[in-house]
């Protein structure tokens, strides 16, 4: 059968839980009728449904019918069958059936390491020699100070690369390990038992943690030991051409220390410290120095509030130029919330309460690298360390919004609710909507937010308008061309896998000729394009936490 016909059954490629919903949406017109669910041989009718009235979509002219076979509960592996259409990729309905996803998600982590080989035993086809080794970094004209002047030789080794380019950003960082450890502080049986298959699975950690330790530990080295503050960067001055990791031998450097990287760092530093204290036998002294960092890049910021990063006016009075990303953010209130909450939460000092009591009624949203002021709600209500009904009533009514909203869209889902989810980076926006509604879950245990989540997490496997499984080396028909440079240079044909595209992103402002230009269909599985095609660190996140949120769940 031509793909197409494949393409217009959108469903969860990674298939569905025996006794889960089970959703597929056919898209273009049809005059409704008959579906049919046969075994993968097409030898057995295991169901016979009937498709659901048609429903336009309001992020571009797509139109559906939903079919649902959610009765079907006997495990096996299964097409759809939808006449004049054709037949679906085949699907698997399974216990664990997120499983492969969540492990892949955080696995993803391993392969954007920098500094060390990636062993065969670990790595397979994408097994690699040791990348940008930062150990003699510059401290470019715009971070010079009396003690480190310009040119000052720094070592700041380790921490993983960002996304499809080569330089390591301290404020995506923060979103990033905060996503991962908060996994590990709401599902922790589940993760304390969850191997992924890196070097250090057979120690004492688990390695979801270990794997936040790697970024960590480069986080903290780039804390100016003696004042607290945290540059923003450490990067090339331009980004490299289509090159394997540590390829160019350009100069790397640490640009102008920022508020908000000093706060994103006391926060997630915080946050390790309460998670590393029960560690003390396997990671010494950790605990300890993760809770002096966060202090410090406290008291730094506390002097230096809003010094905020503007490349621009960098360029200007500094040189070399800087054009690799920003992560410029003019707000850090919603930073100076977060990094207070985890350290009230940690240290339980007067001071930190405060600062956040003068912040919470500021608006929340669904977080991502500039907005975190919902991730000091995830802790506080979580660890209940400030007893608030409001906190929770915000957050409730947020994901009650979402929910509400869903059973008109066109794919029954949370995500494209509001055409403003489609951004750069939307699929993010889709995964941290999942993580906003496990939150709710867990708060009320109603189950509408729960499956409101699972639906979010079939659309990055595939039930949406493009018909893409979007996670590389997951479902049928996943991106193969994400703007990665290891995986252009590799020579290898699949993609580095458990690497969550951006997705849709109508603002195309790589200029990439996408074929569609409506919201939802505004992707391109295409190395060139970086707005819609490239991976990033804060972007798998939230698809590790929805994965593995699930697959806890599940076994609850
Ligand atoms: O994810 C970032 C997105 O929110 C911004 O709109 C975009 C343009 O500034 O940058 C994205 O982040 C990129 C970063 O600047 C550099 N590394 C790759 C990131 C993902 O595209």
């Avoid at 069958?81 to 982590?109: D, N, Q, W």
């Avoid at 960002?162 to 995506?172: H, I, R, T």
């Amino acid at each position: 059968l031509p793909a197409a016909a494949q393409e217009r059954i959108a469903l969860n490629q990674d298939g569905f839980y025996p006794a889960g919903p089970k959703l597929a949406f056919v898209t273009g017109h049809l005059p409704g009728g008959p579906f049919y669910v046969l075994t993968e041989n097409r030898a057995d009718t295991v169901f016979k449904g009937t498709l659901g009235p048609e429903t336009a979509s309001r992020n571009s002219s797509t139109v559906t019918r939903r079919a649902d076979f959610s009765a079907l509960r006997q495990a096996g592996r299964y097409v759809l069958s939808i006449p004049g259409v054709g037949v679906s990729y085949a699907f698997p309905v399974r216990a664990h059936a997120m499983e492969p996803a969540s492990i892949a998600a955080l696995k993803g982590y391993y392969y954007l390491r920098s500094n060390m080989p990636l062993e065969v035993a670990y790595a397979g086809p994408w097994q690699r020699p040791a990348g940008h080794p930062d150990t003699a970094v510059l401290v470019h004209a715009s971070a010079a100070d009396a003690r480190r002047p310009e040119g000052t030789v720094l070592a700041s080794p380790g921490g993983w690369y960002d996304a499809g380019d080569y330089n390591k950003y301290v404020v995506n960082s923060g979103i990033s390990v905060y996503t991962l450890l908060a996994a590990y502080e709401d599902f922790k049986p589940y993760y304390d038992t969850l191997r992924t298959g890196i070097p250090e699975s057979s120690n004492h950690l688990p390695d979801i943690l270990d794997e936040a330790l790697y970024n960590l530990r480069w986080m903290l080295t780039m804390q100016d030991p003696q004042d607290g503050g945290v540059y923003h960067k450490l990067t090339n001055a331009a980004f490299d051409g289509w090159v394997k990791p540590g390829a160019t031998t350009l100069p790397r450097y640490v640009v102008q220390k920022s508020t908000a990287a000093t706060l994103d760092l006391a926060a997630v530093a915080a946050q390790a410290a309460r998670i590393f204290g029960a560690f003390e036998k396997e990671a010494p002294g950790l605990a300890d120095s993760c809770r002096r960092a966060a202090i410090a890049a406290w008291n730094w910021a506390q002097a230096h509030p809003a010094v905020l990063y503007d490349q621009d006016a960098l360029n200007k009075r500094f040189a070399p130029p800087i054009s690799t990303g920003t992560y410029g953010d003019n707000h850090v209130e919603d930073e100076w919330f977060w990094a207070a909450c985890e350290l009230y939460t940690t240290t339980k000092e007067k001071v930190y309460r405060q600062a956040l009591e003068k912040r919470i009624s500021l608006p929340v949203s669904v977080p991502d690298w500039g907005h975190v002021q919902l991730l000091g709600y995830y802790t506080l209500l979580r660890t209940g360390a400030v007893g608030r009904p409001a906190l929770k009533d915000s957050l409730l009514r947020l994901a009650d919004g979402y929910v509400n909203a869903l059973q008109h869209t066109a794919f029954a889902t949370v995500m494209g609710g509001s055409t403003k989810d489609f951004v750069w980076g939307s699929n993010a926006v889709a995964a941290n909507q999942g993580m906003l509604l496990l939150a709710a879950y867990r708060l009320t245990h109603a189950p509408r937010y729960a499956l409101a989540a699972l639906d979010n997490l079939d659309y990055l496997l595939g039930r949406n308008a493009t018909g893409y499984c979007f996670v590389t080396g997951q479902g049928s028909f996943a991106t193969m061309h994400p703007h990665h440079r290891p995986s252009v240079s590799d020579g290898v044909v699949p993609p580095v896998p458990g690497l969550l595209a951006g997705g849709p992103n109508p603002g195309m402002q790589d200029h990439v000729h996408y074929g569609h230009t409506a919201p939802e269909l505004a992707y391109m599985d295409d190395a060139a394009s970086y707005a819609s095609n490239e991976i990033a660190i804060n972007w798998n996140a939230p698809l590790v936490y929805l994965c593995g949120g699930i697959e806890a769940l599940q076994r609850d």
